[in-house]
């Protein structure tokens, strides 16, 4: 029997850093509603350990589909945590948080689902054929690192907003301006940008997909 015959994907080293990713966003969510600062430090390396485990793919040539999905998954279900809670502490943005939570669920839910059925090998594959703003988000790893770390950042920001804001910079009109605020201000436009991408990719996804289905149908259509 062949090495390769013995593999076990489960096992895979990145597959063991997503795993790790997984408890330490568990024990972040625990800690979330009364420790800021565990909370924080566990969040944020859990994040960091996004980036840490495509390199080890690579370097390991253990790349996976179970790995990719993996990681989308974590991705997408301790972000949607964070801002389940933020949707509680700030309750007259619970809407906005709501919207955010499911365009970034639908977003990246489409694009897979549409690159499997386009039967690339990954959703970071796009094609030229797609918008170009997607291809220079997929295609530079620093790029997506950078927005991704940004949008991630500023989530936390607005979660140490509801704690405490730091030591006091200037004040404007008897308005206290902390530290923290000023790092959110500044991070926001990532944010932002990153919305705009999220809707880009959900159009590029659905239009995949429309494409998709008249292509079987006029393959029905010839067979008929």
């Known amino acids: 029997m062949s090495s390769k015959q013995q593999e076990n994907v489960f096992l895979f080293v990145p597959n063991i850093i997503g795993y790790t990713r997984v408890i ?23 994040c960091l350990l996004d980036a840490v485990d495509g390199h080890a793919a690579r370097y390991f040539n253990q790349c996976s589909k179970f790995g990719a999905v993996l990681d989308m998954v974590t991705d997408r279900c301790t972000t949607t945590c964070l801002m389940c809670y933020l949707a509680q502490v700030y309750p007259s943005w619970s809407l906005f948080f709501q919207f955010l939570i499911s365009l970034d669920l639908s977003s990246h839910y489409m694009h897979m689902y549409s690159s499997l059925s386009s039967g690339v090998s990954s959703h970071k594959v796009i094609s030229k054929k797609q918008n170009f703003i997607l291809r220079a988000y997929y295609s530079n790893n620093l790029v997506l690192f950078c927005f991704c770390a940004g949008n991630e950042l500023f989530f936390i920001l607005l979660y140490i907003l509801a704690f405490n804001a730091g030591p006091e910079v200037f004040s404007v009109a008897g308005f206290s301006v902390c530290l923290v605020h000023i790092l959110t201000i500044l991070i926001f436009p990532i944010c932002a940008i990153k919305q705009i991408i999220n809707c880009i990719q959900f159009g590029g996804a659905a239009k995949t997909l429309a494409r998709i289905d008249l292509e079987e149908r006029q393959k029905i259509a010839k067979k008929e």
Request: charged letters at 5%.
């Open 24 to 46: 330490l966003a568990a024990i972040a969510l625990y800690y979330m509603p009364e420790a800021p600062i565990q909370c924080v430090a566990l969040y944020s390396v859990s």
